[in-house]
């Protein structure tokens, strides 16, 4: 097991083998190999934890505590996020502890008000799920944030917390919604619901639908990244342009070659993963373009016709 470098800690870490597969995991080794290698299997994590990770995680705490327990969401809130009040979490630029804890709690009252007389029927919350695929030698598993109605359907919800509005395509293409359809196939409605840490708080709800075509291609890129990982480790990270290239928390640790620099290693294009490389690249930089050009890149990139 490696060293920790400065600015990170090592937590307990898995083994070499996979356990399983999740859309953390895919997204994650997708990004960069060698990033999965370091979180997952060195256990590498930041000395000082991003305040935007905690503010996500004590806002869907709360709302959690409230779907299972009926809780009053803004009470858990701004006991949770009390703890970390001296934790010298970092900060992104203006925002403090006391911002968050405020538009916490404005954000948390707002949904009280104005979205939860939306959702009745709740079926499910924090719904765990482990999938066996037939083609696939590992277990799929997740949990489901929410099962409930929404305007009198029944939805698949995943809660999210950002600093701007999500892209409509970020919706269309996301796969964790791929995942959970997956799990719960009864259901044909997946939302986000996005709670967004503005000056003024706002909550946006962003509907989507699967098909046969979407699992198909989620389940292809699990089982080829289930695959890259059960071949051995990686000392791979993410090639030039990809996302993450120039922002990845491990380029510049030592932890693998880069001879000229963070950014400079590149996928081996022999590889299937590869081809899932470029498929995730079209996504990202397709922002209002059509499903049908991202498949044909996708084609393009698999030397298919």
């Known amino acids: 097991m490696a060293n ?4 990170f800690v090592q937590v307990e870490a898995d083994s070499s083998a996979l356990p399983y597969l999740s859309y953390s995991r895919v997204n994650r080794y997708l990004l960069c190999p060698e990033q999965y290698r370091l979180y997952y299997v060195e256990g590498m994590r930041p000395a000082v934890p ?3 990770l905690e503010f996500g995680s004590a806002v869907h705490r709360s709302l ?3 779907f299972t327990a009926g809780k009053d969401p803004v009470a858990v809130f701004t006991a949770y996020w009390a703890n970390f009040q001296e934790a010298g979490l970092r900060y992104s630029y203006r925002e403090t502890w006391d911002s968050l804890n405020e538009r916490g709690q404005r954000l948390l009252a707002k949904f009280v008000e104005e979205e939860l007389p ?5 079926e499910a919350c924090e719904k765990p799920f482990e999938l066996m695929v037939s083609n696939m030698d590992t277990p799929l598993v997740g949990v489901i944030d929410l099962v409930a109605e929404v305007d009198g ?3 698949v919800v995943d809660f999210k917390t950002a600093a701007q509005k999500y892209q409509d395509y970020e919706v269309a293409l996301s796969d964790q919604l791929t995942a959970y359809h997956l799990a719960v196939p009864s259901v044909s409605d997946f939302a986000l619901c996005v709670l967004v840490k503005t000056k003024e708080p706002r909550i946006d709800w962003y509907r989507a639908e699967r098909n ?4 198909v291609a989620f389940l292809a890129k699990s089982r080829y990244v289930g695959q890259a990982i059960h071949a051995g480790p990686s000392t791979r990270g993410p090639a030039n342009g990809a996302p993450g290239a120039n922002s990845c928390l491990f380029a510049s640790t030592g932890e693998r070659p ?13 590889e299937p993963v590869y081809v899932i490389y470029w498929l995730l690249r079209c996504h990202a930089v397709l922002v209002n373009r059509s499903r049908p050009r991202v498949e044909r890149c996708y084609a393009r990139a698999n030397g298919s016709s």
């Open 153 to 155: 359907e029944r939805c």
């Open 258 to 270: 880069a001879p000229k620099g963070r950014g400079e290693c590149r996928f081996d294009s022999s």
């Open 50 to 52: 991003p305040a935007s």
């Open 4 to 7: 920790a470098p400065d600015g």
């Open 212 to 215: 046969g075509e979407d699992l």
């Open 64 to 66: 959690a505590a409230h």
């Open 118 to 122: 939306r959702i009745r029927n709740v």
